[in-house]
């Protein structure tokens, strides 16, 4: 499968692909901006992602949340999300409405300031601290995820603090920092613009010279702090968390190279060795054999700066202590390190890795994310077309060069949640 | 920098449901194919008409441990095998029970697709539910219900479902079954089930992709041609409500920063005349983010991060239900506005905007809810579950812009009612109790997390 690429970029820097699909009369439109949680500077931890609830409530000709209704209106559907190091919004379209989402987004992109109120920041501050009591505070295990970054990544590090943010920095969150962060980071010369689907390309160019052009370019973004890390972590590193959870659940974190570099991929695919699909290893010796875990899988984080992660993350069965379930996870890495990876369970991954690739690709929004997501990682859109190959080229002992050199427990980093009533060496 | 006046839309382009065609083997299997050539996948899905409310009583919770376990084995294959077997193809069967039906599925790419099958047929006929295995799927559910009593949101609904329906029916107790009747599970059940329930003339094979009707056709003959099987009935059991009375229920989660909160009462059944009418009233009501709950408790009062209402669809009555997740605090202050929007719902019509809003917005998304294989074989297994007509994707568009105000209010009036409303949080009820009492919403009950009501003595 081939995607259609074709690049440009506008004079004030905005980026722009653009990727014909006419099967169903539906066109989707993907911007990235090139700013995430690791931009937020310090006492501003969850900024980067309130700022995106802010981008929902009005610019200078759309009113408060008239985005959502006029989007929806046209049958449309909308979203946006934030990551560590990006910000993406996004709407789905019947094609003939394909230039209500670039007027949209343009407007937002040229004139957010003149309608932000700070009752319209403070209901939104309020909303994003509901999200965190809804997704972190009050789910079982739901810390994992601020808590594997803060143990991964040194204290200085753009990924180590908390995307979500801390109920204090939420608070300190002001007017003046939205119109600086806007200034800075939201301009056409740091962000993706993609156009997938049913469209007339020399109508969508005119469209988006029409409504972007204008735009004036920032006047240059502060660079990250230094991202390199060191391959390993040179010693292990390891959190116990007593939760009020009914079983334990350990996650391993790897550091391996970031996405996209040529180390990457033995990673990527090796995690699908260890943990993706019934016949993969963790599942197969936890969940089936020992039946010890009621869930087991392996990923990694995607990271395309610094560092990536390579996660295993396995929950146990009520009644497994954690010692047992830490030592039977810790187990099956060994045995990946000592005895490396047949051409078997290679080909396994290859194949699920091929069908889930097509799949996750049949709606023109997952497109447009993809594409959006390589010119904004890779800096360049039509690297999205090599990436079954580049999986395919890896071999086992690539793979299991790999484990041996990036999976050992001078490379690991171990959060294990316990029931709260239990006691756990730390 | 000026810009431009807000664009009206172009002209539209034509969207078609892909074709469906219909046909039935010899021994009742039926068989629908939706060409989608675009890519080189297929999705098969097969429906089979054994859902949780064909369980025999005291055996609630088989058929999603049947489901789960027909990858566990078939003839020579352990469950290890077979699965690996799928993967190297690329693919993972799915499948799982509903309240009306039990499905497998799988997406595979389209050279792949006769071995793939020719597996997925063993699976779904004759699979060999080895014991062991049998126990280890049972008590994964069983530690599962054990892991959700400490999950606040599968908790609250789970919990709603069981204070709404009578004990007598099988609507109170959760789709997977409760840890009462999950753990007198086994082979033995499961086996049972299977043969009584799984055969070909109640089985749907669905076949979307890049797939001619021919080819799908003789697939299916030559896989399933010679299955032969019992044709059990299916009888509904009676949905009942629990009481038709106001009540309140707070489910204890002590020091909990917020309360899941669930509010509602018995819907209708899939079939009722007014199914689209009250799609778009519940699109008005609380089905969107633009829809009145949620601007009123997310972007008016900012109890919460999103608020949201739905009727769930069965071929009996299942419940209809306000969903939210408010900070402690405004607990009993988020009941109060949640009823004040389905009186005001109920009170006076809709304005035309509004409606225009929602039936736009159902109509409009059509094309983008089935640009994958998987969305369009639900799509049609659904269909087949609730014998919908067989041009409802093709009139669809057309029934929903066709709703009226005057319908919405009507529908609203009819199938919202606040005399017997449930209401059911999940959160710190000592903190809450007081608030959510002087709300005078029936008797306050308040009830440990352990507490299944359709198991309690």
Redesign the interface.
Known sequence: ?QIPVDTYTLPNGLRVILSE?H????VAVNLWYHVGSANEREGRTGFAHLFEHMLFQGS??VG??EH???V??????LNGSTWLDRTNYYE?M???????AL?LE??RM??LLPTMTQENL??????????R???V????YGTWWEKLPALCFPPEHPFHHSLIGSMEDLSAASLEDVAEFFRTFYTPDNAVLTIAG?FDPAAARE?VA??FG???PGTGRPALPPMAVPPTFGAPRREVVPD????SRIFLAFRIPPAGDAGWYPASLLAAVLGN????RLP?AL??EQ?IA?DAGAYTFDLAKGSDLLIVDV?A??GVTPEALEAAVVAEVERLIAGGVTA?ER??AL?????SW??GL????ARADKLSQFATYRGEAALVNDEPARHAAVTPEAMGAFARERLGPENRATLLYVPRAVEVAA | ????P??G???????EFPTVHRVALANGLRVIVAPMP????VTVLALVDAGAVTEPAGREGVASLTARTL?EGTGALG??AL??A???????VEAWADWDASAARF???RS?LEAAFAQFAEVVRAPSFPSA?VA?RR??RL??L??Q????RGLADERFDGFLYDRASRYARALGGSTRSVTGLDDAAVRAFHAAGYGPSVTTLVFVGDITPDAALALAEARFGSWQGPARPVALPPAIAASTGRRTVLVEKPA???S?LRVGHLGVPRAHPDHLAIVVMNAVLGG???SRIN?NL???N????GASSGFEWRRGPGPFVVST???TEVTARAVEEILREIDAMRAAPPTADEV??AT??L??????R?????AVAGALASATTFGLPEDWFTRYRDLVRAVTPAQVHAAAQQHLDPSRLLVLAVGDATAIEDAMAAQGIGTVTRVPAEHDPAEAP
């Open positions: 499968m699909d099967a169903t009369p539906v200078e000709h408060a949340n959502f209704e006029l929806q209106r046209a049958g449309g559907t789905t019947p094609s003939h409405h394909l230039e209500l007027w343009a407007d040229a004139r403070d209901t939104q501050r309020d909303v994003v601290k509901n999200e009591r809804w997704s505070d009050n789910q079982p049913d469209m029409r409504h204008p735009i004036p009020a959870v009914v079983a699909g019934e016949g993969s197969r969940v089936r039946a009621s929950t069965r009520p078997e080909e396994r194949a699920l890795l091929e069908t097509i799949a049949q709606s023109a929004g | 920098m000026t810009a431009a807000r664009p839309p172009g002209a539209a382009r034509p969207y675009r890519l080189p996948l990858m469950g290890v699965a690996e799928f993967e190297r193809l690329g693919t993972m997406t595979v790419t792949r295995d280890r008590d994964e530690a599962d054990a892991q009593l400490a999950e606040p909990a920063p917020q899941e969107l983010f633009s601007l997310r972007e008016r900012a109890f919460t991060y997740a408010v900070k225009s809003l736009a917005y109509a409009g998304v059509f094309p983008i089935f640009e994958s294989t998987a």
